[in-house]
């Protein structure tokens, strides 16, 4: 099952343009741009602990066992490792190096530090509180889940695990691609972050001879309860985590299709989410849709569709619910339909800056036409003299001057976000057709050296598009990208279907334009 638009869009790819930031710990979701090794706040915070056993001279050991104390005082604590008497401050109590490394790399990471307020104080908040590592972990990811961005985050062991299957492409679910929308009958607050949408669930699309596909469910069905639980105040981020579980296990599902309700028992498959599909659709226009820009083959795939239909007088890309994913695959991707021109600028905190006097960087990419190369530059401050210069190999322009069609609608996120403004802005033949994309011009990056095999997640930079437009922020400041061509389609419309309004008006407009530009 797919999130959409989903909070999780952070590829994990051992390829050439990430190779870095990997080997460091860190993947940027956008563009794989490395940083320096934050986890040696990590072994810092180690190197810098008390002698073990030892709590201000005492022996921490003793203490955490459930001695009485000197002279046989009450008070002190039966719990393994817990920290002396009722009434001491942080200060009086050791440190954990857990809780401080997280604390401390958060810091490093996020583009906006200042939520985090006094970081020193806040390194030692809950030092005699953590008695364990799982206390180190549950109160990292508490103060962060404070902070108001629901893309910060601390992800524990088991939340890490199962992204690790979804950037794979599998994972146990039930095949079935949903749009996270706010529930009308709900008090839901439109302004905030798709973690605060609850409600029941509308299915999208169902994956051939997927678990969903086998018990029948269809586009435009309404998942109302899961395993008997009403969905009507529950996150849906929670609803669509509690379908996925190991293979070969049940799930039950109560589904209503128009004025009827069922339940139906799946049992969770290995699902693959589909990369790309592309098809003919007769006068001369194909079509292709991404689910998503995760996958390394894409560029490749793409390649290859655009050559299946080398004889195509028009395109339709459907980007419509998709969420995004890698930097490299959207430029690589933009270049095949623009000859050239500023594709996308980034902007980031230099991560050597303070988290108390940050400097940003930014970074310029721009495609050179005619000279197979991708120019990369950086800024830093408000400079315009480069301070770093990177040519790469970049794609040709497959496209020509054919006029393509852009689908999107409001789970159109992230870098299929950067694709979009980018063919808009620098191909005059492009015409963008559907409603307002989702607004995510944010880049997260994850670190996954942390302590206990968790990994932190953290908005490191934002994004604009070659005409200085910011996308937003993914949750409270929304703006997207608006399409030349508004289409609303009605809800459940199955994509591709005979109702789809907003492909039957994309193959409208391409066929206008073939006729007006005489291509026959």
């Known amino acids: 099952m797919a999130l959409h638009p989903p909070i999780e869009n952070v590829p994990n790819r051992d390829n050439a343009d990430n190779r870095s930031g990997i080997a460091n710990g860190l993947q940027d979701e956008l563009n794989g741009m490395s940083y320096p090794s934050l986890s040696t706040a990590y072994r810092q915070a180690l190197s810098n602990t008390q002698t073990p056993g030892k709590v201000d001279g005492a022996n921490r050991d003793q203490i955490g066992a459930g001695a009485a104390g000197k002279d046989g005082e009450p008070g002190k604590t039966t719990e393994p490792g817990k920290t002396i008497e009722p009434g001491k401050t942080a200060g009086q109590c050791a440190e954990s190096p857990d809780y401080k490394a997280i604390i401390d790399t958060a810091a490093a990471m996020m583009f906006d530090p200042s939520p985090l307020g006094d970081v020193a104080k806040l390194e030692h908040k809950h030092d005699c509180e953590i008695v364990s590592q799982d206390d180190a972990l549950k109160y990292a990811k508490q103060e962060l889940d404070s902070l108001g961005d629901p893309y910060t985050k601390v992800l524990l062991p088991d939340e890490v695990s199962a992204l690790k299957q979804k950037m794979d492409g599998h994972f146990g679910g039930v095949g079935v691609l949903?749009?996270?929308?706010?529930?009308?009958?709900?008090?839901?607050?439109?302004?905030g972050g798709i973690e605060k949408l609850v409600g029941p669930i509308t299915v999208n699309n169902v994956f051939p001879g997927s678990?969903?596909?086998?018990?029948?469910?269809?586009?435009?069905?309404?998942?109302?309860?899961?395993?008997?639980?009403?969905?009507?105040?529950?996150?849906?981020i929670e609803a669509l985590e509690s379908m996925k579980g190991s293979i070969g296990s049940n799930v039950d599902l109560t589904i209503k299709r128009g004025d009827e309700s069922f339940d139906r028992t799946l049992t969770r498959g290995q699902i693959q989410v589909p990369e790309m599909e592309d098809k003919d659709l007769g006068d001369g226009i194909a079509y292709i849709r991404l689910y998503d820009f995760d996958q390394l083959e894409e560029p490749k795939q793409m390649r290859e569709a655009l050559e299946r239909h080398k004889d195509a007088k028009a395109f339709v890309i459907d980007l419509r619910n998709n969420p995004g994913g890698l930097l490299d695959n959207a430029l690589s991707l933009s270049s095949m339909f623009v000859d050239s021109g500023t594709l996308i600028s980034v902007k980031g905190r230099n991560p050597y800056s303070s988290p108390a006097q940050p400097i940003f960087d930014e970074q310029k990419v721009r495609l050179l036409p005619i000279v197979p190369l991708e120019l990369d530059t950086a800024y830093s401050g408000n400079s315009w003299i480069p301070s770093a210069l990177r040519l790469r190999l970049r794609e040709s322009n497959l496209l020509g001057n054919r006029p393509v069609a852009i689908l999107t609608n409001g789970g159109t996120a992230s870098a299929s976000e950067i694709f979009t403004a980018a063919v808009k802005a620098d191909n005059p033949n492009s015409t963008v057709i559907g409603t307002d994309s989702f607004g995510k011009g944010v880049v997260q990056t994850l670190n996954f050296e942390m302590p206990g095999g968790s990994a932190l997640k953290a908005t490191t930079q934002r994004y604009y598009g070659p005409n200085g437009d910011w996308f937003g922020d993914g949750y409270k400041d929304r703006h997207g990208i608006h399409p030349d061509i508004v289409v609303e389609n009605p809800q459940g419309t199955e994509f591709g279907s005979a109702s789809d309004q907003q492909l039957n008006t994309a193959r409208d407009h391409l066929r206008a334009k073939l006729k007006e530009s005489r291509i026959a």
């Open 178 to 191: 949903v749009q996270l929308r706010p529930d009308p009958a709900s008090k839901d607050d439109k302004g």
């Open 211 to 236: 678990p969903a596909d086998k018990a029948g469910l269809q586009s435009g069905d309404v998942i109302t309860h899961i395993n008997g639980r009403d969905l009507k105040d529950v996150k849906q």
